[in-house]
């Protein structure tokens, strides 16, 4: 059976994304897997520009940079462990019966691509060890990670605490309708107050599509709020956000490609660099 | 893309800058040194350090490896030079270059495969003693002060970093440089400096186009020095890659490198330098002093060229007992001390295969021979190794009943010779069976071996029957297709 995978570091973003899985683990009735990998520390330790080197400077090295490499592993491994044992008996006590934890070795998101097959929904930490606890500066591996992955994508703030709305921006493009029949296929917002919310555009049949997006959700049991909005298209839909208090923000993802994003930058950037609340990226 | 730059470029600052620094201070006695090898001015060694290394750290395929102008190559150029001049040496560097890249595009990295352990420890130890041998000249028929400069020099090199703090946080090749030439100018010896050797760069270098005519006598003179230069370039630049892959516990990008070396030969051939490729020595160094990323390598070469600008005047001042004694430093930590103290460890073929590229290279002062040579003895080696993995055995159990032959294991060419000798023709029978179903025929002396067998038998006028031909020859298939089926791998050497 599919499961949830959720991604753990040392840094404090782990509790978040710990209270997310057993949420997101509940709503779907899920197993909850618990992934931590150790990416190897590429630095040197301390340095040595004696530049000079003698008999067996090699071999010499080897078992220098070898040892140090080892005391990190050792350490990471440790650390990990304790991580994924809180996590786990924190997951057991909320009543998920089904929680298992992995560790792996390697690039994150290279471990996280060769897992995802067996993953429904993927929950990382807006933010991680790399970045500290600066809100507004996106963890260095979630674009890269958004890119390539084909699996829904969980990305938590520094605080989660249980939503009870969350909002759709609709532009009627191949992403949002893919959004829309994830939302209506599966059960992970299943209660929640749904906020359909579209910017104006010269897409032709917009009105006609939001109309039927709006249906859809209804028949679905979701009770809905819609709203037009005019203007820059991430100011605006982090203002309603504010305003109206909405717990969690669902979207598709990078719908333009890194060329245009450098000329013209990305909404969906701009929305993950400054939503403080729950982004569900749907792939 | 901006990935890359961050995890190649800028993940280790502060030490790249810092190891860049060092190897750029070791690496200008290393292109002096070099130049003079190759009877050229120190500024064509010079220019090309700074143009290789430079260029490599963007187009190079492993990240924190130095490149530069190499003895090897150096060696390889002297009778060019000596015959031609140096315009011939700069179109043969353009045209080295333009022969890696379109190694590098033939995927030729690959290769470096049936380079074997042995080979590389070979030739790393023929680097150090042609490094070595090369300071010779030196050291001959000079004044008593060169030697003690050059004992001195060592002795502050190999002495200076156990001095607590300072001693790691300065390049004692850098002190011994500075140390030497302060001595020789307050005594105001009469020895050798770096200026007597030739014309220092003044300048940043220049655009130069080769003045050489653009005939076909030209590309027959110089072709030959090309291919020379492109292979030993790719070897020494591949296996120190290798090496710092090892080191560093990451993968390099082997094709990559080989079109890098390319672009790297024809940018030094375009601005006056010779060719160069990796250097195992100062890649050594570079990790050492805390150097990881692409970084490093482009400082190395940056700050190469500010310092020898700007402080030609004071590098001409140099002693050159002190550049031999940086050059003999470099000479010790490439060799390989292991590879003697395991001599007695190792199995003799493998020694017989380190040694020998070891001898052919100082015999013919070419790398690539004697990677050559290596690469062929250990192939010997290993052939003959798997032709002792085959047996024959027979049985008969009366005189009436069928001569029963049964082969197992390895039958290719370097075994078909034993293959033949192992049926005893002296056994009279009428019907001979020979089995093969345990048996791998790898090639066509195999069948042919098998052939002899049995027209033989028949001319004894017993009647032959083959088992399992079909099974022991699917090997034969050049290829089997069964590159990610670890399962077909099995099935096909199993014993059927």
Wanted: with cysteine.
């Amino acid at each position: 059976m599919q499961h949830i995978l959720a991604c753990l570091d040392e840094s404090t973003w782990s509790t978040s994304v710990q209270d997310a899985a057993i949420w997101a683990a509940r709503q779907l009735n899920s197993p909850l897997t618990f992934l931590h990998s150790i990416e190897k520390q590429t630095q040197p330790d301390s340095q040595d520009l004696s530049g000079a080197i003698g008999l067996g400077a090699r071999s010499k090295l080897m078992t220098e940079i070898a040892t140090l490499d080892q005391l990190r592993a050792k350490a990471a491994l440790q650390i990990g462990k304790e991580i994924l044992a809180i996590a786990d008996s924190k997951a057991q006590e909320a009543g998920c019966t089904q929680v298992e934890t992995l560790q792996r070795h390697g690039e994150f998101i290279d471990t996280l691509l060769t897992l995802e097959s067996s993953a429904r929904l993927v929950i990382i930490g807006h933010s991680g060890t790399q970045t500290g606890k600066k809100i507004s500066v996106l963890g260095t591996h979630v674009e890269n990670l958004l890119r390539q992955i084909h699996t829904p994508v969980l990305i938590t703030p520094h605080d989660f605490s249980v939503p009870k709305s969350f909002m759709l921006a609709y532009d009627g493009r191949e992403t949002t309708e893919l959004a829309l029949q994830r939302i209506l296929s599966n059960d992970l917002l299943r209660g929640l107050d749904c906020h359909l919310v579209t910017i104006k555009n010269k897409q032709p049949d917009l009105e006609e599509q939001f109309a039927q997006a709006t249906e859809r959700l209804t028949a679905g049991g979701f009770a809905v709020t819609t709203r037009y909005l005019e203007g820059d298209i991430a100011k605006q839909l982090l203002d309603y956000q504010q305003t109206q208090a909405i717990d969690m923000l669902v979207m598709g993802a990078f719908s333009g490609s890194r060329l245009r994003q450098f000329f013209i930058g990305s909404n969906t950037l701009k929305m993950l660099e400054n939503c403080n609340i729950p982004i569900l990226v749907v792939k | 893309m901006f990935k890359n730059m961050q995890n190649e470029w800028f993940f280790n600052i502060r030490g790249d800058l810092l190891a860049g620094l060092v190897v750029a201070l070791a690496l200008i006695p290393e292109a002096i040194a070099f130049s003079i090898i190759a009877g050229v001015d120190p500024k064509v060694g010079l220019y090309a350090s700074f143009c290789i290394a430079v260029i490599i750290a963007f187009v190079g395929g492993r990240p924190g490896m130095i490149s530069a102008a190499t003895g090897a190559m150096a060696l390889l150029m002297v009778t060019l030079v000596k015959q031609h001049g140096l315009e011939y040496l700069l179109a043969a560097t353009l045209l080295t270059g333009v022969l890696q890249i379109a190694a590098g595009y033939l995927k030729l990295g690959g290769l470096m495969r049936f380079v074997s352990k042995s080979v590389v420890t070979g030739f790393v130890n023929a680097l150090a003693i042609l490094i070595f041998m090369a300071q010779l000249p030196e050291l001959t028929n000079v004044t008593w002060h060169v030697y003690a400069m050059t004992a001195a020099g060592l002795g502050i090199i190999y002495l200076f970093p156990l001095i607590p703090k300072i001693g790691k946080s300065l390049p004692s090749p850098l002190v011994c440089i500075v140390v030497l030439t302060a001595v020789a100018l307050y005594l105001g010896m009469d020895i050798r400096t770096v200026g007597d050797m030739g014309e220092l760069p003044d300048t940043l270098p220049i655009f130069l186009w080769p003045e050489v005519p653009l005939t076909l006598e030209t590309l027959q003179i110089i072709l030959p020095y090309a291919v020379a230069l492109a292979i030993v370039g790719l070897l020494e630049s591949l296996m120190t890659a290798t090496i710092i892959d090892e080191l560093t516990d990451t993968k390099s990008n082997r094709n990559r490198e080989c079109k890098g070396q390319g672009i790297a030969n024809i940018g030094a051939g375009m601005l006056g330098g010779m060719a160069g490729c990796a250097m195992i020595g100062q890649s050594v160094i570079n990790i050492k002093s805390g150097g990881r990323g692409r970084l490093s390598t482009f400082c190395a070469g940056f700050f190469l060229l500010i310092m020898v600008v700007f402080l030609s005047d004071w590098i001409k001042q140099i002693p050159m007992a002190a550049l031999v004694a940086v050059m003999i430093m470099v000479s010790i930590g490439t060799f390989s001390w292991s590879s003697v103290r395991d001599l007695k460890k190792h199995p003799l073929s493998t020694n017989i295969v380190m040694v020998t590229t070891v001898a052919v290279v100082l015999a013919t002062h070419n790398l690539a021979l004697g990677v050559l040579a290596g690469v062929l003895l250990a192939t010997l080696f290993f052939a003959n190794k798997i032709a002792r993995l085959m047996v024959i055995k027979h049985a008969q159990a009366d005189v009436h009943a069928p001569l029963h032959y049964q082969v197992i294991g390895q039958v290719f060419f370097a075994s078909a010779e034993k293959f033949a000798e192992s049926f005893d023709f002296s056994l009279a029978a009428d019907k001979v069976l020979i089995d093969l179903t345990r048996a791998h025929f790898w090639d066509i002396s195999a069948v042919s071996a098998l052939d002899n067998v049995v027209i033989k038998y028949q001319r004894l006028g017993a009647k032959v029957s083959v088992v399992g031909m079909n099974e022991a020859s699917k090997t034969l298939i050049d290829k089997f297709a069964l590159h990610n089926d670890p399962k077909a791998v099995e099935k096909l050497l199993s014993d059927h």
